[in-house]
């Protein structure tokens, strides 16, 4: 699943201030641009899709990057080499932590894999829910870095220099995942 803008063509158009249609391509591709840059900033998934995850070996504590983390399901390649898909009764998969994470159910351990790279696909759905459930502070910033892209088409000027703006950065910045 690709990613999806929290905010919508119309309401980006409203915040710029946009009449007509000339330029929905380009405000389409300003939003898919701001919502991966604030994703990372904030190591966040916010409308939910699935993401995938490898590890060479498991871990005592899995914690998928880009939460917030909704569900997990694991493979793995086992000693003979063959993919396997682990009972969800041998994990846990805790989504109320933040960032949520994976671990070993009570009375199970990891099994053992095949010495080689990638040896354990985590497979899950990350996100907020839909774009109704993504926090209004990260729209707004969303909005904001649409509005900057939209009106300094370069990333230079002979006139000035303009940087994403702080206030995007600032609304972003609390509820960030270090």
């Known amino acids: 699943m690709s ?11 409203d915040h710029l201030r946009v009449v007509g249609v000339d330029d929905d391509g380009y405000i389409n591709s300003l939003l898919l641009a701001a919502t991966e840059w604030a994703e990372k900033f ?27 983390l909704v569900s ?6 086992d000693a003979d080499g063959t993919t396997q898909t682990l009972d969800p009764s041998y994990y846990r998969v805790n989504t109320g932590a933040e960032p949520g994470r994976i671990t070993e159910a009570y009375n199970y351990y990891w099994p053992i894999t095949r010495a080689v790279t990638g040896a354990v696909t985590i497979t899950y759905i990350a996100g907020y829910g839909t774009k109704a459930k993504v926090p209004d502070d990260v729209k707004a910033a969303i909005k904001l870095v649409v509005g900057h892209l939209y009106e300094h088409r370069e990333a230079v000027s002979e006139v000035t220099l303009n940087e994403v703006p702080m206030t995007a950065k600032s609304l972003l910045w609390p509820n960030r995942i270090l």
């Open 42 to 68: 904030q190591n966040r998934t916010f409308v939910s899709r699935t993401r995938i995850m490898e590890l060479d070996e498991f871990k005592n504590i899995i914690c998928p990057p880009y939460p917030p």
């Open 72 to 77: 997990a399901t694991i493979q793995y390649v």
């Open 3 to 13: 990613i999806e803008s929290p905010v919508t063509l119309d309401e980006a158009k």
